[in-house]
Each structure stands twice: as C-alpha cells, then as structure tokens.
C-alpha cells in the first residue's frame, strides 16, 4: 500500500519554481531519503505535504486520500507530522509540555472538563503525560521534562523536535535536515537514535538530509532533486553511480560515504 | 466538587484575605472613598486577567481591551435601568450578561481580526476601542438613557464587597483551570509557535478566538461592576488611556501568570490612588512624572515582569491536584 503519492506537483515563488512538477510515491513503512543542493525545493515539499503551503498544481494523496483541502491543523490527526529544519519547539513551555500539548490536541476533554475538573480532565492529563515521559525515556530526555524546551543544548532540542513528532502516535513521520549544525560525533548520535526510532515504531518516512552518511544508511529508496524537480530516484547504492548526481550534486562527497 | 477541592489553598487565602477587609470595612477604619478604590482593584484585576489570556498567554497584542470593558459596563447599566434591577439577587444575572455581551462583541470582531499579524491587530483593536468611545459619546441620539457624553446616571449601588470579591475569586479559578488545561497549552503554544502549533495539530483560528472571546467575557464583567460600584458611567473611563492602563498591569505582573496579575493589579491601583491622596492638589499633576519613573524602575528590575510564566505557591495557583 502506498503511504504518500505525490503527482505533478508544483510550486512558485515569484519567478522562483521551488517544486516543478515533483512526482513519486513513498511505500508503507519504507524510509525515503531526499537529498539535494541548497535551494532545490527539499522544504517547500514538505510544507506542501502538510499544507502550509498551497500548490499551484498537482496533488498529494495520502493512502488514498487527497489532502488538499483538508486544513493543515487536520494533518496531525490524520497521521501526517513533521519535524523542522530550524528547530520549531515552543520555548516558553517545559520539556514535557511540548509532548502533552500534541497528545491532548489528539485525546482531549471538552471545555467543562477543564473549567470544572471533571474525572476525565485528570485521567486525560495524567496519561498524557504518562505517554510523555514514555517518550522522553525513549530519547534519554526524561530527567528534564520539567525544564524550559530552551534550556536543552541543541542536540538535545533536536531530539526534543523528533520526540514531538513521534508523541502523536503519527502513520508518515517527514524529517527535515535533523543533522543540521551537528558536529560528526553528534550525528554519529543521531544516526543511532533514527535507526531505534525505525525499529520501535512502524513508520513510514520521508527524510530530507545533507548528511550522506545519514542518508545512505537509513534510507530505503533515495530521491535527489535539483531545481525543484527530481534528477534521479533508486536504492541508495544506484543513486551513488548515477552520473547526472555526481555531476549536479554529489562529486567528491561520494567518496566520503 | 473537584473545582473547589483542586483549589484549596487558593481558597483558603481568599477566605483568609476577605476576613481581614470585612473586619477593617466593619471598623469603620477606611472611609467609603477608600472601600471604593479597594472593590475597584478587584475590577482592575479580572478585566487584567481577560487581557492577560488574550495577550500573556495567546500573544494576540490587543489595544482595545477597554472597549470591551465599556461595553460591559453599558449593557449591565442598561439592562438594570430596563428590567428594574435594584437588589442583589437580580443583579447576579446582569453581571453575567455584561459579560457575554462583550463576550459575543469580542467573537464577532475576533472572527476578522485575529487572521492579523501582531502589528496589524493592534491597530485593528486600537481602532475598534476608539469606535467604541463615539459610539458611546453619542449613545443618548440612540437610546436616551445611556446618555452619551453627559453620562449614564442614576445606577444603583450594589457591588459590595462580597459581590466584588468573590466574583473575582471564581473568575480568577475558572480561569486557572482554563490556563492548566490542554486549552491554556493551546494558548501558550500558539504564542511561541502559531505554524508548529498548526503543524500539531492545535486549530489556532478556534483557539484563538476562544481566548479572546473569554478575555472580553472577564472585561465586560468588569465592567458590569464597574458600573454598580460607581453608579456613573461616562465615555471617557472608557477610552485608550484605560486600555493602557490593563496593558500595564499585565506587563509589569508579567505575561501569562495570573499570580502576577493580582499583584500588579493591587500595586497599580495603590500607586495611581495613593498619589492622588498622598500628594497636595497643587502637585496632582506631578502624578504623571512619578508614574512613569516608577514604572521604568519596575521594568528595569524586573524587565519581564513580577512572575512571567510563573504562578507564586503562596497563592496556590499552579495546577494542583
Ligand atoms: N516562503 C517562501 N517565499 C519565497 N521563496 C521561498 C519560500 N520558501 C522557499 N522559497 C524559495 O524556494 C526555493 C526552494 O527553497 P527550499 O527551502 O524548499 O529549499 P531546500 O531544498 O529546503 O534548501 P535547503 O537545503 O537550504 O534547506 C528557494 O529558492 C527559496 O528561496
Ligand atoms: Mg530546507
């Protein structure tokens, strides 16, 4: 069964084309790494998927079912989350609090819950913040749920970003550039949290990453774009001798991987 | 049950704190004038607090927000004068209406105006308190009894100290419910992050405009008071210069901390009338060189505020259990 099929899918900015006429299809549970140069449109599809932005063409089905209009805060509940490439992590909240607020948007209690404390108001919050420290136990966070999300190091919020991601039990997780401004040892971290959270949880995933390393060792199938379309697409060890990447893309970074 | 067992220390330092000014209102230490400005900071506090969900949780700049109060106050004074409201029982009901009349004003303008970005909204609410004072100022061409700009007269006095204090104590918890509830994280998140918030799935518009909503509710209750505590209304207590008043009352509190809120409500009000009895009436004008400097003092001590994002024990205003 295809998780995630996108076709013909474009998007301007201005004069810009920053996805022209993108199409490819993403299997359940398969991982799919994207790679390409700086500006080629890696985000901008991620932001069409989860419908920040609206396409000028194309569209995107997601097990079957099209997602243009449905309104971007529904992703989230239909099994669709994403982290991002600047961290996006809600600093004036606790560690905990930046899972708990996605799983009570997911398993809520209405309005007189809340105003007058109801069972199902304490029975909700407390398993969400069970389902919380499960989570940060699982990233080797939990002894700081109670800081601020903007007292963890930057290693530490990118695990919190990944965290998040996975609190709503999501079915497409799509991660962008989570190696961003890490240093080797860190990614050689990261690249060991990724493959734990591909085997804890059943996901299907879509992967934007400058890393090569990362890249070519978590994914299933790789795509490379350029230009805002794709230039090539095949298991990690044909995307490496195809010449048009190495002459658009790879060169000497090759080598290292 | 749980709403007043979840708050036991909250209560019992209300039960406490109402004890004392009943017993100093009984001694016939403090004269009427004094009474009032005490029942008033009780005012000043719940129409903060509205500004607070709106601005220190949700991070929706709002200018306007005595607009809303005015708009209480109006409706509970010209609902009284309509239905003969004179004694206590009936004027529970009017207090609430003067609520949700600023209540559904505040959704009804929030629906348009809350898409706005930061800068875009304050000028939008700005505009809409300005409204809100001509309309007001020309209220009697309409409705003669509303007086326009002589002045609704003639309002029973019925807020007393038990009507005063206690509505804020009940507001001020339903309030702390709201705020330790998913809804109040849904406000939180949307003020750091209002695209991470979408992306998790938090409907921002809905949020949003329910925070607003329940923000203008506490004003126009506020106001309710404010007009059966004075029983006189006039468009200029009203206008911008009130709005900025509660603006200040939030900041230097500190944003998104009802603890805060209380205190700076009581220190404000304490300033502002302290210097008008405290100083000779030659020298009142000089009110407005101290206040300022006082305020640039506060912020330079605490520049975001008494408790930002913090609630204090003593109170007991966290969670709780
Ligand atoms: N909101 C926007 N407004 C205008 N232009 C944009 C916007 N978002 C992206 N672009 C442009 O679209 C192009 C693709 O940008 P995008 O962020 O998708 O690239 P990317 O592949 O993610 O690059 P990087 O590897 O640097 O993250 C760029 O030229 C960018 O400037
Ligand atoms: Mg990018």
Known sequence: MKALEVSGLKKSFGGVQAVDGLAFSVEEYETLGIIGPNGAGKTTLF????????????????????????????LAHLGITRTFQNLRLFNGLTVSQNLTAPILGMHGYGLSSAVFRRRRYFKQERSAE?????????????????LGANNLSYGEQ?????????????????????????????????LATLRQV????????????????????????????????????????????????????????LKTC | MSFFTSAKRFLLCSIIAYLILKGLFLSGFLTEYIQQIILFSFIAILTSLGLNVIYGY????????????????????????????????????????GGAAAGIVGYAVGVPI???????LAIATLGFGILVRVLLDNSDRAIEILGGSRGFIGIPKIVNLEIAFFTMVFLILVTRNLIFSRYGLFWQCIKDDELAATAFGINTARMKLMAFTYGCFLAGVGGALYAYLY???????FDFLRSIDFLIIVIVGGMGSITGTIYAGLLWVTVIEGLRIGLPAQALEFRWVLIPIFLIMVMMWKPFGLLARRESKFLGLGKGE
Request: negative net charge; charged residues 25%.
């Open chain 1, 158 to 190: 990118r695990k919190l970003e990944l965290a998040r991601a996975l609190s709503t039990n999501p079915r497409l997780l799509l991660i962008d550039e989570p190696g961003a401004g890490m240093n080797p040892r860190e990614i050689r971290d990261l």
């Open chain 2, 231 to 237: 029983s006189f209304l006039h468009p200029s207590n």
């Open chain 2, 58 to 97: 949700t991070g929706q700049f709002s200018l306007g927000h005595a607009g809303f109060y005015g708009i209480g106050a109006y409706t509970a004074a010209y609902l009284g004068a309509v239905f003969k409201v004179e004694s206590i029982f009936s004027f529970l009901p009017i207090l609430f209406l």
């Open chain 1, 47 to 74: 932001n069409l998927i989860t419908g920040l932005y609206r396409p000028d063409a194309g569209e995107v089905l997601f097990f079957g079912r099209r997602l243009d209009h449905v309104p971007a805060h529904r």
């Open chain 1, 130 to 146: 069970e389902k919380a420290h499960v989570l940060l136990e699982f990233f080797q966070l939990a002894d700081k749920g109670s």
């Open chain 1, 198 to 253: 591909k085997e804890h949880f059943r996901l299907t995933i879509v992967l934007i990453e400058h890393q090569m390393g990362l890249v070519m060792n978590l994914s299933d199938r790789v795509l490379v774009m350029d230009f805002g379309e794709k230039i090539a697409e095949g298991t990690p060890a044909e995307v490496r001798k195809d010449r048009k990447v190495i002459e658009a893309y790879l060169g000497d970074e």
């Open chain 2, 114 to 120: 809350l898409r706005l970005r930061d800068d875009f």
